[in-house]
């Protein structure tokens, strides 16, 4: 049978980047961070022993074939899938491993935490391996920093793993906890309705952005440290409004948010963010950008008559506009039907 695993890009209206060290181990991290109804997708399927390791990835349209893990090596092609079957597969292993996603790479959305995510659940059904989604979003995101060397925190793993609304803390010295904030229907309701996300056309780097905020972070009487303060105390704010059912607080914890945001690093702010935000401040509340920042999605909150002008302007910019459903699920697995040996060895052809 062929394994699918599916799980969600994630959103993080308060407290991004106090989840990565070393300010979470300094000081202790918060932030809110909501799954979405975009997804990353993988199968998995086991092939003949002796049929070698295949990997694709539909989204970059390129892939790998070896007749053993052992001769897999670090060249810039599909090496996030790379790393996790180096990790966690033996040599004499052979199998299928395909890729899709709904999700832009570089757009701030936590792509690659979520492509993480889903490979290893697909993976641990496949080894039969009784793992947490809490297990999996921790391994997932070792594997992608330690093995990778990719800079960031773990709320992306954490989103794609869970589900739903979370607070994420994180402990000073270490360890984190994760818990989901118990919002009203009405609000959850009036976040999807009034939310949007908007492609503002720039892809940033987010690894590149966080050896910016390191740097700044390790000078002394660093502004960026004073910016995770104040975005780790949004944070905390905004779940307490969310449970409260306050969206007044919401929206003002979100627009914190954007302002230090920006003060962690030149490079988290950008002409074509304040563009956006300028120009469709007559019809939001409120927003922030997602993820590292310096480009990729925004995330806004609409005035509740002005969603379709939003959308009007945020389109004649170049935006390209999505609306916001809540998953609630996290990681899925599932088993379907195995491959034809034609479609397998189209794959193979398209290597």
Known sequence: MKIIARAPARVDPAGGGTDAPPYCIDYGGAVVNF??????????????????????????????????????????????????????FSEDDAFLLVTQSDIPQGTGLGGSGTLGVTLLGAIARAQAKQMTKSEIALLANEIERADLGNSGGSQDSYGAALGGIKLIT?????????????????????????????YTGEVH?????????????????????????????????????LEAGDINAYVDSLNRSRLNHYALHPSCDSETLRKFFRELSPCIRGGKACGAGGGGFILVHTKSDCRRECIRIAESLGGMVWNCQLDDLGLMTWEEPPSSPEKIEAIRRRI
């Not at 199968?43 to 022993?49: A, D, I, M, T």
């Open 205 to 241: 780097l987010s690894g590149s952005i966080h050896v910016d905020i390191r740097k700044s972070y390790e000078q002394k009487d660093s502004p960026t440290v004073r910016a995770m303060d104040n975005l780790k105390a949004a944070a905390r704010d905004m779940a307490r409004a």
């Open 35 to 88: 799954s979405i109804a975009r997804h990353s997708y993988v199968s998995f399927e086991w092939l003949p022993r002796g049929s070698g390791v295949i990997l694709y990835s539909h989204d970059q349209k390129q892939g790998v074939r070896a007749v053993s893990i052992k001769d897999l090596k670090y060249d810039g092609r599909v090496d996030l899938l790379k790393a996790f079957v180096k990790r966690l």
């Open 170 to 198: 994180y402990r000073k010295g270490g360890g984190s906890s994760c818990e989901l904030i118990k919002v009203p229907d009405s609000i959850r309701g009036q976040w999807e309705r009034d939310s949007l996300l908007i």
